[in-house]
């Protein structure tokens, strides 16, 4: 059964820092692309980063983006937070190749809620 799970998330000041993670079970990530989206209230979800083998990483906002094999989890590293960062972020995975498209992936996890506020 394939999973996703995120962590990480919570209030942080304007300028602060958060790295979420993405934990994976049920499938290999050598296999799959895992990007990160995120998606503010009234807003379209959209992507902030992908990691995959064959990809490696892409990125389509301000993050660093890495994988644990070992742990089978990928990390979103969100430095210099704005409040306009402010949204649920999400990982999703499909099959080898990244995509910015949301409508691409066929597994999604939860999400994480990100506030930057002071």
């Known amino acids: 059964q394939v999973q996703l799970v995120e962590s990480g998330g919570g209030l942080v000041q304007p300028g602060g820092s958060l790295r979420l993670s993405c934990a994976a079970s049920?499938?290999?990530?050598?296999?799959?692309?895992i990007g990160w989206f995120r998606q503010a209230p009234g807003k379209e979800r959209e992507g902030v980063a992908c990691?995959?083998?064959s990809d490696g990483s892409t990125y389509y906002a301000d993050s660093v983006i890495s994988r644990d094999n070992a742990k089978n989890t990928v990390y979103l590293q969100l430095n210099s937070l704005k409040p306009e960062d402010t949204a649920v972020y999400y990982c999703?995975?499909?099959?080898?190749?990244?995509?910015?498209?949301?409508?691409?992936?066929?597994?999604w996890g939860p999400g994480t809620q990100v506030t930057v506020s002071s």
């Open positions: 049920g499938f290999t990530l050598d296999y799959y692309a």
């Open positions: 999703a995975a499909r099959r080898v190749r990244c995509s910015a498209t949301p409508e691409r992936y066929d597994y």
């Open positions: 990691f995959s083998s």
